[in-house]
């Protein structure tokens, strides 16, 4: 049983369009977490949501939209797709002071 | 300069060598402490945690932290192939659940 699952697990679409990519955990976590990392891989934090509560809010471009309907989904909407957004997006969820548990990702390629 | 340094290699050894990986850091707040192993087109996965100073030992893995110094160390001894991933530091502050990750480690460990 996976514990925080990702879809979908690729993404390919066409510069200006709209996609999501959803988010589940399954550990009892009240925290998760929505990560971009580039091909450098580095991970960087973008949100993070407290008990459907935002609390963490980087500088991440107002196309970005996430959107938590309980403390067990955390969904990520991206407007108007650019080259830029091409990137590996990781969900992760813990306790709300944890170890972060991370799910496989989600591997965006806009052309 | 970045919360966290981690040199980002690649580093390449023959299996059963020791392996030493590190990280620097300068926030003094930081108290958590975890090692992340990530493969290829997988999630980071957490191999090592330690709560302030002094070592952590799991199997063929021992987590260094020197508080004093702020300087942070997994040792990996007999290196096999299947250690073959990047590993990506973390750390974070005794309140609050942001995690600073380190730019990660590539290794390679040659049969």
């Known amino acids: 049983d996976t514990a925080v699952s990702q879809t979908p697990k690729y993404l390919v679409t066409q510069m200006g369009n709209d996609k999501s990519i959803k988010c589940e955990q399954n550990?009892?976590?009240?925290?998760m977490y929505w990560y971009k990392q580039d091909s450098k891989k580095f991970l960087k934090i973008m949100f993070s949501y407290n008990n459907k509560e935002l609390i963490i809010n980087e500088t991440v471009p107002n196309r970005f939209s996430p959107k938590s309907p309980d403390k067990a989904h955390l969904n990520l909407h991206i407007n108007s797709l650019e080259l830029g957004d091409s990137a590996v997006y990781f969900c992760?969820?813990?306790?709300?002071?944890?170890?972060?548990?991370f799910g496989a990702g989600t591997r965006l390629s806009v052309l | 300069q970045k919360e966290v340094e981690q040199d980002p290699g690649p580093l390449s050894v023959p299996e059963g060598a020791i392996v030493s990986l590190n990280c620097t850091y300068s926030n003094s707040a930081f108290q958590y402490f975890m090692w992340y192993r990530q493969y290829s087109r997988k999630g980071p996965e957490l191999l090592m945690y330690?709560?302030?100073?002094g070592n952590k030992e799991d199997g063929r893995f021992t987590a260094q932290v020197d508080k004093s110094s702020k300087y942070i160390s997994l040792f990996i001894r007999d290196s096999q192939p299947s250690d073959s991933a990047t590993y990506l530091c973390?750390?974070?502050?005794?309140?609050?659940?942001?995690?600073?990750f380190g730019t990660g480690t590539s290794l390679t460990v040659i049969p």
């Open positions: 973390a750390m974070s502050a005794t309140t609050g659940n942001q995690f600073y």
């Open positions: 992760a969820s813990s306790h709300k002071v944890g170890i972060q548990y």
């Open positions: 330690t709560y302030s100073s």
């Open positions: 550990l009892g976590h009240d925290t």
